[in-house]
């Protein structure tokens, strides 16, 4: 520390996180991000046209996932 200038800094810890994940449609293609929002974790290949539209209107807003159990559950229904 010093009167000129302060340094902080931000560690980032998943396991720490409420959700894990955010899951939203980019370029009508389902994207997962990390929870921090700027890190992508998966481009799924996922056409979000082809889905639902209850589905296509939740992921319009972003879908918030808890764990991988979740995130693998909800691509299955989407890839099937």
Do not use: C, H
Request: net charge negative; charged share 30%.
């Amino acid at each position: 520390f010093s009167p000129e200038e302060m340094v902080f800094k931000k560690t980032y810890n998943p396991d720490q996180a409420i959700y894990r994940y955010y899951m939203v449609v980019e370029n009508n293609e389902v994207v997962v991000y990390y929870s921090d929002w700027k890190n992508v974790y998966e481009n799924t290949g996922i056409d979000a046209t082809l889905l639902p539209i209850e589905e296509q209107k939740k992921l319009s807003s972003g879908v918030k996932i808890k764990n991988d159990a979740e995130l693998y559950s909800i691509l299955e229904d989407y890839s099937s």
